[in-house]
Nanobody, 125 residues
Framework: QEDLVESGGGLVQPGGSLILSCTFTGRTDDNKAMGWFRQALGKEREFVGGASWSGAITRYADSVKGRFTISRDNAVRTLDLQMKSLKPEDTAVYYC??????????????????WGQGTQVTVSS
């Protein structure tokens, strides 16, 4: 049984939109901040954005500010990543993860505990 499962990836044209969803199971602490990371081929994994345990506090990487929106619903145990105005450079495997913090959203991988298996997003015409 996996703790975090991402879904919603796929192929989209530049300028298009996509919504990724991360479902976290009962073994994942919903009292912790969670984040989205991505890893493009040949590059290091990078922070995309995240939300505090309640979803009231969000944080985004500069590269996605204004284009991506994170929302969280603890009642159904999901963390969504809405992506708009997608660019070819957004192509990557996207991962969700839960952190060790409650209200602070870290941007470093080593501050996250459990990771999903990832979902591929390809932006291409």
């Amino acid at each position: 049984q996996e703790d975090l499962v991402e879904s919603g990836g796929g192929l989209v044209q530049p300028g298009g939109s996509l919504i990724l969803s991360c479902t976290f199971t009962g073994r994942t602490d919903d009292n912790k901040a969670m984040g989205w990371f991505r890893q493009a081929l040949g590059k290091e994994r990078e922070f995309v954005g995240g939300a505090s345990w309640s979803g009231a506090i969000t944080r985004y990487a500069d590269s996605v500010k204004g284009r991506f929106t994170i929302s969280r619903d603890n009642a159904v145990r999901t963390l969504d990543l809405q992506m708009k105005s997608l660019k070819p450079e957004d192509t990557a495997v996207y991962y969700c993860a839960d952190s060790r913090n409650k209200n602070y959203v870290p941007d470093k991988q080593n501050e996250y505990n459990t990771w999903g298996q990832g979902t591929q997003v390809t932006v291409s015409s």
